[in-house]
Nanobody
Framework: QVQLVESGGGLVQPGGSLRLSCAASRSRFSYYTMGWYRQAPGKQRELAAT???????VYADSVKGRFAISRDNAKNTVYLQMNSLEPEDTAVYYC????????WGQGTQVTVSS
């Protein structure tokens, strides 16, 4: 089992920035691929970004150039730096751990509105 605890969501104006954090409970965190997904109201959950154990990243086209995923294996934590936020980025953001099994966090709300 892996417990994931997200933090850092909130309300921000268009053009603003937020940084999400996801702390994982497992000591083998450095071996796992981690990701951030998001789900907007009335829409399916979709990929935002992933990062492998060796730091390779993948981004959805909609966030490329604006979001950056990173990890700190010493802290068992993955981050999502979100810049130039748009109203379309409003969603619940979920952390994912892929250890061979998939584990999800509880989600954190991000609202982009003036």
């Amino acid at each position: 089992q892996v417990q994931l605890v997200e933090s850092g969501g909130g309300l921000v104006q268009p053009g603003g920035s937020l940084r999400l954090s996801c702390a994982a409970s497992r000591s083998r965190f450095s071996y796992y691929t981690m990701g951030w997904y998001r789900q907007a109201p009335g829409k399916q959950r979709e990929l935002a970004a992933t990062i492998t154990r060796d730091g390779r990243t993948v981004y959805a086209d909609s966030v490329k150039g604006r979001f950056a995923i990173s990890r700190d294996n010493a802290k068992n934590t993955v981050y999502l730096q979100m810049n130039s936020l748009e109203p379309e980025d409003t969603a619940v953001y979920y952390c994912l751990c892929n250890s061979g099994s998939l584990y999800w966090g509880q989600g954190t709300q991000v609202t982009v509105s003036s």
